[in-house]
Structures are given as C-alpha cells and as structure tokens.
C-alpha cells in the first residue's frame, strides 16, 4: 500500500515541477520576445539614421560644391535651359 502512495507522491511531484518549470519558460519568453522585438526596432531605426545621415553629407557635398565649382553650377545651369546675361540662344524648329 506504500508503494502506491510512494508512486502517486511522485508522480504529484514530478507533474508540479513540471508545471513550475514550464510556468518559468512561459513567464521568461515575454520579456525575451519583447527584448528581440526592441533589438529588431533598434537596428531598423539604426538603418534609417545611416541613410538620411548619408543623404545629409550628399546635399553638403552639393552645398560644398555649389560655392566653389563653378563648372558644377554652370553644368546644372545648362541642363535646366538657363543662360549667362547676354548670351543669345537660337531655337530651331521641329
């Protein structure tokens, strides 16, 4: 008869250790998910910084450039149709 009580004792205490331990996966999963989650958000925040960071130096170059290539702004200049003062233009039909 004690052998069953043994066997019911041990069985009662594996199945609550069982329970506590899987209550622990359970309870530590959340913060773990919720840290991947905030690392994910992080680096594609991260990401996006580097660009923009990078179209910042791109429109410094352009800025840099403006003030002291005047072949830069003579370029872009011919490219949207503008003209020096006194330049005469001919326009040929189609």
């Not at 043994?6 to 840290?35: E, H, Y």
Request: glycine content about 4%.
């Amino acid at each position: 008869m004690t052998a069953i009580f043994d066997r019911i004792f041990q069985t009662c205490s594996f199945t609550i250790l069982a329970a506590i331990f899987l209550g622990g996966l359970w309870f530590c999963s959340k913060p773990w998910r919720k840290a991947q989650d905030l690392t994910a958000e992080r680096d594609r925040i991260m990401r996006k910084i580097s660009t923009r960071q990078a179209e910042i130096d791109a429109m410094r170059e352009n800025q840099r450039r403006f003030n002291t290539d005047r072949e830069f702004v003579e370029m872009l200049a011919r490219k949207n149709h503008r003209l020096f003062p006194g330049e005469v233009v001919f326009v040929y039909g189609k």
